[in-house]
């Protein structure tokens, strides 16, 4: 088998691709003047559907046997979810919120609870019987620092679809600036895309921050168990 050391690419060129993905959306958002629900739900479909392909490419490019759920079931989720998006009769703004806030809480808590048990198995050990540790050998466990992002991103994109439920799809507020001599009106959908687009781009801040930065190799991160074993 081959080892994770020598695999053309890593957890890290998948951070950035998400990172890339979530930047473009952010920018799409952030510079265009129409906030309304057709054009939310095709950035959102796009960068759904294009971080899912990344995820599930990880399958087989990036994950060993054993860590490939997480990276398969969030995928999977945004793929459907950014197809869904995609459908005409979805763009609407019943239609973008319930794809965007669905996704959110779903992709968000199989993020979470993927990192939390990735923290959980490098301190935990699991028990046959009370007192008697199971010999069996260990599930593999990827590093530390993958489990701590995926826990972030998790947390982040689940406060996503929690803010959007706090906000009323009909909602309207006109506003007048006197100084273009203009009146505007801000309303539930202009909330909703503004909430999606600052999400994407702190996290694709908070992505490319990760793939970027040095982390231990798997050979001292493997290691550091058995040292800590030794010196007790």
């Known amino acids: 088998?081959?080892?994770?050391?020598?695999?053309?690419?890593?957890?890290?060129?998948?951070?950035?691709?998400?990172?890339?993905?979530?930047?473009?959306?952010?920018?799409?958002?952030?510079?265009?003047?129409?906030?309304?629900?057709?054009?939310?739900?095709?950035?959102?479909?796009?960068?759904?559907?294009?971080?899912?392909?990344?995820?599930?490419?990880?399958?087989?490019?990036?994950?060993?046997?054993?860590?490939?759920w997480p990276a398969a079931a969030l995928g999977g989720i945004a793929l459907v979810a950014g197809m869904a998006g995609g459908l005409a009769p979805l763009r609407t703004v019943t239609g973008y919120f319930a794809v965007v806030i669905v996704w959110a809480l779903v992709s968000g808590a199989v993020e979470l609870i993927s990192g939390s048990l990735g923290l959980r198995a490098r301190t935990s050990r699991p028990e046959i019987v009370p007192g008697v540790a199971d010999a069996r050998p260990a599930a593999p466990v990827g590093p530390r620092s993958e489990s701590r992002d995926a826990v972030v991103v998790g947390a982040l994109t689940l406060l996503l679809g929690c803010a959007l439920l706090f906000v009323q799809p009909g909602y309207a507020l006109e506003y007048t600036i006197e100084e273009a001599a203009r009146t505007f009106t801000l309303t539930g959908v202009t909330i909703a895309v503004g909430l999606f687009g600052g999400y994407a781009a702190i996290l694709a801040v908070y992505l490319g921050i990760a793939g970027l930065s040095p982390r231990p190799t798997a050979t001292t991160d493997a290691s550091a168990p058995a040292d800590q074993k030794d010196s007790v």
């Open 1 to 68: 088998m081959t080892s994770a050391s020598a695999r053309t690419f890593d957890v890290r060129h998948v951070q950035l691709a998400r990172a890339a993905f979530a930047a473009i959306a952010a920018v799409m958002i952030t510079f265009s003047p129409d906030h309304s629900a057709a054009v939310g739900a095709a950035v959102f479909s796009g960068f759904a559907i294009a971080t899912g392909i990344v995820l599930l490419l990880a399958v087989w490019l990036v994950h060993p046997a054993g860590r490939r």
